[in-house]
């Protein structure tokens, strides 16, 4: 009989330490698992129509497999179509932005925002962005949009530019910009990339320096 109160005491005694436990062995990893899986946001602005397809993909994948999500700003929301027709959807307008839910903007170029350079929106997107000492990224023409909300004064930077046309040139210096005619140019927390082709050292080089 005394064996039988000793074996019953014994589970009892089992069950209670395991329900004491199993809230710290099971549940609380769960709890660490669902933060871990929370991604750090990167906001991509483009214009509604004629976006550069491959200045706003291109980035966007590498973005996306270094970990980062991507969400895509523009004068509306909807799908947006770029100058090759790849669709984007944007789901936010620049004053429904909550700039901290982000580490870095990305200003994407095309003959869309060659539309936007006085889009005093974007303006002052950017600008937030530099007070709050966050990365800024544009590439193409949108340098130039990055140089009108005068935030690239005694900044190195590069943009489109060709032959025939200077004129993003001339915005930038006009603007207090120090022009450098590279592919890519980084100065502190701000990128400037010059066109498609530089797409994908655009993208590695935003990686970069937000891995540091």
Request: charged share 25%; net charge neutral.
């Amino acid at each position: 009989m005394k064996k039988w109160v000793i074996f019953i005491v014994s589970l009892v005694v089992i069950f209670i330490l395991f329900s004491l436990f199993l809230p710290k062995t099971l549940i609380a990893p769960h709890q660490n698992l669902n933060k871990t899986k929370m991604k750090d946001k990167i906001l991509a602005v483009i214009a509604f129509r004629d976006f550069r397809d491959e200045e706003y993909f291109v980035p966007k994948e590498i973005l996306e497999n270094a970990g980062y999500e991507v969400e895509t700003a523009s004068t509306k929301k909807g799908i947006a179509l770029g100058i090759n027709g790849g669709e984007a959807e944007a789901k936010l307008l620049p004053s429904e932005v909550k700039v901290d839910d982000y580490q870095a903007i990305v200003f994407v170029g095309g003959t869309g925002m060659a539309k936007e350079l006085e889009n005093k929106n974007f303006w002052e997107l950017a600008q937030i962005f530099v007070q709050r000492n966050k990365l800024v990224a544009a590439i193409c023409i949108s340098p130039a949009v990055l140089a009108k909300a005068g935030v690239l004064k005694n900044k190195k930077a590069t943009v489109w530019t060709s032959s025939l046309d200077k004129s993003a040139v001339q915005v930038l210096e006009n603007n207090g910009a120090v022009y450098e005619d590279k592919a890519v140019v980084q100065d502190g927390k701000i990128i400037t990339a010059n066109g498609p082709a530089a797409a994908q050292e655009f993208g590695e080089k935003i990686v970069e320096a937000l891995n540091k």
